[in-house]
Nanobody, 117 residues
């Protein structure tokens, strides 16, 4: 069973930075991609950014130029560097990992990011 453990959320002022981490363990299949989604109150969960096994990335237009995803394959960890944070970035951020085979689509429990003065 795959476990995803997120860390790094918190309270930050507008314009500030945070770095989220997500460590994966227990997988037996081949990793297809890992990434981050977020869900603000009253809104649907949305893709923030993800990174594929070949290091290609996809991201939401709203975070272009501000957020950067990276992955440490040796540590099975994905990071999300978030800079120039805005009020509208406030949400619960969820780590997602998709594997081939029976491991499938896996989710972390989420970490709260609050951008407020």
């Amino acid at each position: 069973q795959v476990h995803l453990v997120e860390s790094g959320g918190g309270l930050v002022q507008p314009g500030g930075s945070l770095r989220l981490s997500c460590a994966a363990s227990g997988s037996t299949g081949r990793l297809r991609f890992m990434g981050w989604y977020r869900q603000a109150p009253g809104k649907q969960r949305e893709l923030v950014e993800r990174i594929f096994s070949d290091s290609r990335t996809t991201y939401a237009d709203s975070v272009k130029g501000r957020f950067t995803i990276s992955r440490d394959g040796a540590k099975n960890t994905v990071y999300l560097q978030m800079d120039s944070l805005k009020h509208e970035d406030t949400a619960v951020y969820y780590c997602n990992a998709v594997y081939s085979g029976s491991d499938g689509d896996c989710w972390g429990r989420g970490t709260q990011v609050t951008v407020s003065a």
